[in-house]
């Protein structure tokens, strides 16, 4: 049996921020993670450019990687962002 994909709304993205114990999720090309597991993401701001809870397609090129950043074992799929 296939795997429904989870859809996740830009206000449950918003509001998966890592605050008062929530995962944090971020999204990218229209795909949500969960980076709760990654160590640069257990601080309220990532690297003073990027918060958890946000929609990060246009910053990544602004970043000191690319899109390989998504295959790391604490990167989780989860689901795809609807607007």
């Known amino acids: ?22 995962p944090r999720f971020i999204a990218f090309e229209g795909a949500v ?6 160590p640069n993401w257990r601080v309220e701001l990532r690297q003073s450019q990027h918060f958890a809870g946000q929609d ?13 950043v998504f295959q790391r074992p604490c990167v989780r799929r989860i689901g795809a962002l609807t607007k």
């Not at 989870?6 to 206000?11: D, F, I």
């Not at 993670?33 to 990654?38: A, F, G, L």
């Open 1 to 22: 049996m296939p795997v429904t994909e989870r859809v996740v709304t830009l206000q449950a993205l918003r509001a998966n921020n890592g605050e008062t114990g929530r």
């Open 33 to 38: 993670y969960d980076v709760s597991r990654c």
């Open 56 to 68: 990060l397609t246009q910053e990544l090129s602004q970043a000191p990687h690319g899109p390989e």
